[in-house]
């Protein structure tokens, strides 16, 4: 789902906003003039929502987008630049560091970077922060946090609470209804209770009850859920005899966060005993979490798996737990403030340990599943469910290698989902877990020539070879000792692959022919079709594509029959590379572009790169080198998006040099250059449907402006020259304004122009 005016990466809000009007104006001011901008605060006082208040409004001034980074979810400080980089949609699969990844890409980029809860993570963003800063012109930054970074250049923005009554002084509705903290009560009051209304006779108790809670805004939704329960006046009064007690406690404590405490505190208090439980073990979860999981983690001693559902129920009625969708299934997550609070009660228990254990188990479990199911119609499923629990599968590898005990867990489930690792371009991270788990797991542990062997791939793919020959070299004394022939099948395969990328095709396809029969004769379905498709691609550029074809035609077959897209469409560029070699071009079409809607489906970045170049030299085989042009040019954004190049393999390097150079002489340099760079600059969509040519008004490189624009950007332009908004012109059209805003986008851009007004001008003049 698209959300008109909603930031990359922000959550969906899904309540009304009230106030901070000051605020937002003065944070749009000093976007426009300075380049870090931290807002400051306590928790609870609304610092997240205020800040994608701000990026959603300021989405104009950045020509490339505004990005939001939850950083709540992380806890790893070295994961920091990852986790940005993914969140702005890079696959970096290369050895270099995850920072440099994003400087190269936000070097000449107009963008806006919001990254939220900064405070657990303070050291590291702002090491992070000041390197984008230094490096990155045109980059601005926005930050939350509950102390500043301490970054040279950045401007602190203080979040103060709502504005609030002075109880003696509001005599009437109309009084209360001038002050934010009141607005947002009764607005969440009457989502609870719609008979809710403030009156002259409850008007005085509304206004006390937001001057005891001093406007912070987490603590009025607390506050109003219990509307249902009681009266303005029994709150005041329960709340006071609450915070004179805790004040008592706490007098070094600053006011605000007694007041905070003393609210959460009261929240925890009226929850059920075994509520209390589901909310103190929830705190274990990472970023989301669906109701298995809870079940899972949450019930135990106090709790019945079979009240999870409810009591989960009962703490997003008390609005402790928050509600996501995604693909269709619930999802929950906790504010971090909550989360905090809770994780407090569960360490007071001496119960961290237990429920920690449970949370590594379910997810441990959920990569089992995983690997049990990959090959098969849910792949794309797979792939997705990973994704939304990424932060979960973090925290449970970090438990598993924070104890020795424990490290062979962290080695299982590292293994088991290497091709999601590779898919998602994680091969840094897949590294970093794989090695953690080696360093922490006994010398004789079961799955250490596995996590060898993966650790040694990924390094290889990663062009690091001196790496990825001592882990290989490792792997193999184990296998020698073992003699497993799984193991020693799959090791040997990795050595065939490092000599496929090498260009020595004689000792790769040895290598393949020899484990093949091991892999079918022990059921290894993922060897199996693993090396069908690389085999097949290796004798079909060897010189016998008959072979070649054979093999991986019963690669596509065997995918085919159990629903299987991954090694399908791995197989399908490896066909087209073999047609396109022995000159069947229409066949190397057809099979690129298969492979390249299956790879989109995946979000496999490093598949969509090598099939956009192959189909960039079936295009310059059909005479069509504008667009071969292009394809090299999109294909080329992909290569350095995700840290590598086709030199990643020699075999298709050398062809891929070829067709470049002979489009550059066909075309002659500076249309071939001016070609080239329009298809580098095409947005990654855009890119996918120019190369699967999904559009039939294809983009061209000709000298005329306006032969840049597709028709329906030509529209649009004209629509824009008649004063039409956005918003308008999608009325007009009858599209989302989201896509207005892109088209809008996309044209400025190829224009090359900055202001909506040179569009008219250009427009007028005949463009």
Known sequence: MVVEGVPAGRPVDLTSYFGRRHEIAEARRLLGTVRLVTLTGPGGVGKTRLAGRIAAGAQK???????????????????????????????????????????????????????????????????????????????????????????????????????????????????????????????????????????????????????????????????????????????????????????????????????LRAMIDWSYSLCSRPEQLVWERASVFSGTFDLEAAEHVCGGPGVERTQVLDLVDGLLDKSVLVRDEHGGVARFRMLETLREYAQDCLDRAGDRARVSRLHRDWYAGLTARFEAEWHGPRQVAWVDRLRQDHANLRVALDFCVNDPADAVVGLRMATRVDDYWGIRGFHTEARLWLDRALAAAAPDAPQR??????????????????????????????????????????????????????????????????????????????????????????????GDPAAGRTMLQEAIDRSTAIGESFWRAWALWGLSQVEITYGDVEAADQAAKEALRLEREFGNRLGEAFSTDLLAWVAQRQGRPVRAAMLLGAASAIWSAIGSSPSLSAVFDQPHREYLELNRQCLGAPAFQKAFAEGSALPSDLAMHYALEEDTSEPTADSDRSTLLTKREVEIARLVAEGLTNREIAARLTIAQRTAESHVAHILTKLEFTTRTQIAVWVASGG
């Open 61 to 259: 001034q950045f020509r490339d987008g505004v990005t939001f980074v939850e950083l709540a979810e992380l806890r790893d400080p070295a994961l920091l630049a990852n986790l940005v980089a993914d969140r702005l949609g890079l696959r970096d699969q290369s050895a270099r560091a995850a920072a440099d990844t994003l400087i190269e890409h936000l070097r000449t980029r107009s963008t806006l970077l919001v990254l939220d809860n900064c405070e657990h993570l303070v050291g590291a963003c702002a090491d992070l922060v000041d390197k984008l800063i230094v490096s990155c012109p045109k980059l601005v930054i926005l930050a939350t946090s509950r102390q500043s970074l301490s970054v040279e250049g950045e401007h602190l923005l203080m979040v103060p609470p709502l504005s609030v009554p002075r109880g003696e002084d509001v005599r009437s509705p109309d009084e209360l209804a001038k002050y934010d903290a009141a607005r947002l009560f009764v607005d969440r009051a009457t989502a609870v209770l719609p008979s809710f209304a403030v009156t002259d006779e409850n008007c005085a108790d509304l206004a006390r009850l937001c001057e005891r809670l001093e406007g912070l805004p987490l603590a009025i939704e607390l506050a109003a859920v219990r509307c249902r329960s009681m009266s303005v006046r029994q709150m005041v009064e329960r709340l006071s005899k609450r915070l004179s007690l805790l004040t008592v406690g706490t007098r070094t404590a600053p006011r605000r966060q007694q007041t």
């Open 449 to 542: 020539v596995a996590a060898l062997r993966m650790s040694g791939w990924f390094a290889l793919l990663q062009g690091d070879i001196p790496t990825g020959i001592d882990r290989l070299t490792q792997a193999g004394e184990l296998v020698a000792a073992t003699g497993d022939p799984v193991q020693e099948a799959y090791l040997a395969h990795a050595w065939g692959m490092a000599a496929l990328f090498s260009g020595d095709l004689t000792k790769a396809a040895e290598a393949f022919a020899r484990v093949l029969p091991t892999f079918r004769e022990h059921g290894e379905l993922r060897g199996e079709l693993f090396t069908l498709f690389i085999y097949g691609y290796t004798l079909g550029l060897a």
